[in-house]
C-alpha cells in the first residue's frame, strides 16, 4: 500500500507566486470551493490552457496548492494554522521557510529531493540534475515518473530562489542563503520537519542542521524553547543530545 511516506505527490512545478495567492486566499476566509474556483481562473492562461480534460495539469497543480495550504492531512491542521498565521505577519520576502516546511509536512517527497541536494551542496559548488534524480530513485523506485517529479521539485526551487540554474545546463548551483533566528519560526520548521519524518522523532541538532533545509541557517535554540513553541515533547537528554518527538493529538 503507498502511504504517506512512499508516495510522490508533489510532482508539478509550483512556483512562488501561486503559493502566495493560495495562502492569501485562505487568509481572506474563502471557503473550499471559493479557493478551488480563484486558483481555477488564476492558473487558466498558465497551465493545460484550452482543456477540458478533468484530470489536467491545471487540477493536478491546484491539488497539490489546495493541500498544502487549505485541506491537506488533519494531522497537519494546527501546523498549518500556525504557519498561516507567521505568514500574515512576515512580509513576503520571509515567506520561503513556511512555504518549505508546510510543503515539507505533506509531502516528504520534497523533503527527500531537498536533502538529497543539500547534502551535495555541502561536498561541492554545484550538481547536475541526473546527480539528484540517481539518488532520489534509489528510495523511490527506478521509475521515470520519480525522474520527472524530481526534476519539477528541483524547478519550483529555482523559481523560489534557493537554487540558481546554469542557463540551458542541467547544472544547479546554491540561491539565496537565509538566516533565520526568530525562535517560533525555527521550532515550526523543526516540528514540520519530524511530520516529514516516519517514525516523527529526531535529534534536535539533527533538525537544525538537516541537509533538507540548505537554503536556511538556523541559530541554535534551547530545546525547552522548541517543545514550548511547537507541538513537540522534550523525550531524551544524554550524550546523544535532545530527542524530539512529535506530540500526539
Do not use: C
Not at 510522490?8 to 509550483?14: A, E, L, P, S, V
Not at 516528504?108 to 541526473?130: E, H, I, Y
Not at 529526531?202 to 537554503?215: E, W
Not at 541557517?217 to 535532545?242: M, Y
Amino acid at each position: 500500500m503507498i502511504d504517506h511516506f512512499t508516495q510522490i505527490g508533489f510532482d508539478r512545478q509550483i512556483l512562488f507566486e501561486w503559493l502566495e495567492y493560495t495562502v492569501n486566499l485562505v487568509l481572506a476566509g474563502n471557503s473550499r470551493q471559493g479557493v478551488y474556483a480563484a486558483l481555477d481562473e488564476f492558473l487558466s492562461d498558465k497551465l493545460a490552457v484550452g482543456s477540458t480534460a478533468k484530470r489536467n495539469a491545471r487540477d493536478k497543480t491546484i491539488t497539490i496548492l489546495m493541500r498544502i495550504w487549505f485541506d491537506g492531512m488533519p494531522e497537519l491542521e494546527s501546523l498549518r494554522a500556525r504557519g498561516l498565521e507567521m505568514i500574515r505577519q512576515l512580509p513576503t520576502e520571509k515567506h520561503v521557510p513556511i512555504h518549505w516546511g508546510m510543503s515539507m509536512a505533506e509531502y516528504p517527497f520534497l523533503k527527500s529531493v531537498a536533502a538529497n541536494v543539500g547534502r551535495l551542496l555541502r561536498l561541492q559548488d554545484s550538481m547536475t540534475s541526473s546527480q539528484i534524480q540517481r539518488r532520489v530513485r534509489e528510495k523511490y523506485g527506478e521509475r521515470e515518473t520519480v525522474s520527472r517529479a524530481t526534476q519539477r521539485v528541483m524547478y519550483s526551487f529555482v523559481d523560489w530562489g534557493v537554487l540558481e540554474k546554469e542557463g540551458k545546463t542541467t547544472v544547479y548551483r546554491p540561491g539565496i542563503i537565509s538566516h533565520i533566528d526568530d525562535p517560533k519560526l525555527i521550532a515550526w520548521l523543526a516540528e514540520a520537519l519530524l511530520h516529514a519524518n516516519p517514525d516523527g522523532r529526531s535529534l534536535l541538532n539533527d533538525l537544525l542542521q538537516s541537509p533538507a533545509l540548505f537554503p536556511f541557517i538556523l541559530k541554535w535554540v534551547p530545546p525547552n524553547v522548541v517543545e514550548e513553541l511547537a507541538h513537540v515533547q522534550l523525550a531524551h537528554q544524554g550524550l546523544d543530545g535532545d530527542l524530539l518527538i512529535l506530540r500526539k493529538n
